[in-house]
């Protein structure tokens, strides 16, 4: 298993935590608020981001941590797809939609080198 004591002491999650605010902030914007679907839609693919990583730490096993760090690299991709909509539409600018993407980017890098990193000691 890995070395963190607690799903918070991993730097993914944490980031993960806070593209989740920014998430839920942007999206209170008047334009992308009156979007329901896309609203709902990119704030239900940012959730998962951190709660499969704190999900499948409390797995206990390496294998079962790194399937749910999968899953969680996948809802990254997902916020990064709806990020497009968001600034295909307007609802979001450029700069907005640089920070976000890259954030995500960030976050699904470490996803996948401690999804390695378990893959290698299970």
């Known amino acids: 298993m890995s070395s963190f004591r607690k799903f918070e002491d991993i730097l993914a999650w944490q980031k993960a935590r806070m593209l989740t605010k920014r998430v839920y902030q942007v999206t209170r914007q008047e334009e992308f608020a009156r979007d329901y679907g ?15 990583i704190a999900e499948g730490f409390g797995r ?4 079962e941590f790194a399937n749910f760090l999968v899953m969680s690299h996948g809802s990254a991709a997902e916020v ?9 539409l307007t609802y979001i600018d450029d700069e907005t939609f ?3 993407y890259a954030l995500v980017d960030e976050i699904s890098l470490m996803i996948m ?3 390695q990193h378990l893959l290698k000691t299970a």
């Open 60 to 63: 206990k096993t390496n294998k």
């Open 38 to 52: 896309l609203r709902d839609q990119i704030r239900r693919a940012s959730v998962p981001i951190m709660a499969n």
């Open 113 to 115: 080198a401690l999804c």
């Open 80 to 88: 990064q797809s709806h990020l497009y909509i968001a600034l295909d």
């Open 98 to 100: 640089k920070e976000l």
